[in-house]
């Protein structure tokens, strides 16, 4: 039925992030569609195969064309669906998507790393005196709310901070919350976003891990594990587990009084809504009520933001299959963040953050890139902030 649906209008040509830096009918919704039609119907011939595959694979899954669609065609879930059917009839992904989806199904992240080295941060933070208090783990304390920090902020040196400055953010607000470091699994989200049929295996073991070690509240900081936990474990994960962006969570403890941002940030800066968070879970409050709560900070909207926002293309394995889209996507963005005249641009996920430093090296730009606990850190505990962490982590692995 999605299929038939097209009306062939070309209003997904107008709004495609992938198509605007290669304008070819097989990158957009409308192209991909056509040629799924023709699959099930007629079929496609060797050249036409390989054109539907370049188009089905260099796309972010950022669903703006779902939104855009007169018709909402459910897009981006038809493009999963569509890479895990031809997985299934043996026609695999990229190869650096494989390489990807190996190390999640081997070490259960997707850096290829010893687990035992997941909850270090944590360790290393609190040695360097940046907690409060040092951060508990499941196994031994088990903490009304559970932080889970994800791959890319426990492994990856240039995003652990996003990881440091949350478990501050939530020890300021008094939050009682333990991790389960060693023993956290990757969320597997990316076997759905890149067509893995073991995607529900392993949500199912997931959700058993959780239920098992008795977790009711889950507080994610990155967008892509957010839509992981809360949205692809739906009808796996039970209801009674609650699944809260980190934003949502500090939007709560800030307006109930529990952190309080006193000290002034005088910057002008502009937000960019990650696509899992913002159009695929519709939280677009809560993280600008957070920057309108810091004093000094002030908020310049880009022209596309909210259910319009530019995707930074790093969602759906396009950065592995096609980096040179997604340099080109997010150098489209960061010149879009430039217009609004803001110094920096702020996000709420680590994996963005990411998507648009690769902008800003792609364009030469002076723009900041942070994540929100950046901007908040500054106000409530300015001696956690980035500077800070970086520099006792750096010390702490030479010393
Ligand atoms: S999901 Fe995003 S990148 Fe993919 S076709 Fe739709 S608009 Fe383009
Ligand atoms: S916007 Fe929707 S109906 Fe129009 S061409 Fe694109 S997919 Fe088809």
Redesign the pocket.
Known sequence: MEMEACARCGE?LA?????AQDPRES???RG?LGSLKRIVTSGLNGEEMKEFLE?LY?????????I?CPVRIN??EL?ERARESLVKAGIPQPEEQIKHLTAIRECNNSFAKPQTERGLWAETAWRAGLLKEPVRLWKEYQAPVLYFAGCTASFDPAMQTVAVQSARLLQEAGVDFSILGPDEPCCASKLRRMGDPGFADAAQQRADLFLRSGIGRIIVSCAGCFKGLHSDYAGILPASVEVLHLTEYLDRLIREGNLTPTRNVPMKVTYHDP?HLGRHNQIYREPRNILHAIPGLSLIEMRRHGPFSL?CGM??G?KLAKPEIQKKMSAARIRQAEETGAEAIVTPCQTCQMGLMTGTEATSSGLKVYHITEMLIRSVCPEADRAHIEKAFTETETG
């Open positions: 997904c709004w495609c992030p992938a198509y990158i957009c919704s991909k188009g260099e796309c972010s899954a950022c669903g703006q064309c779902h855009v897009t981006h493009w696509c995707c969602g759906g396009l």
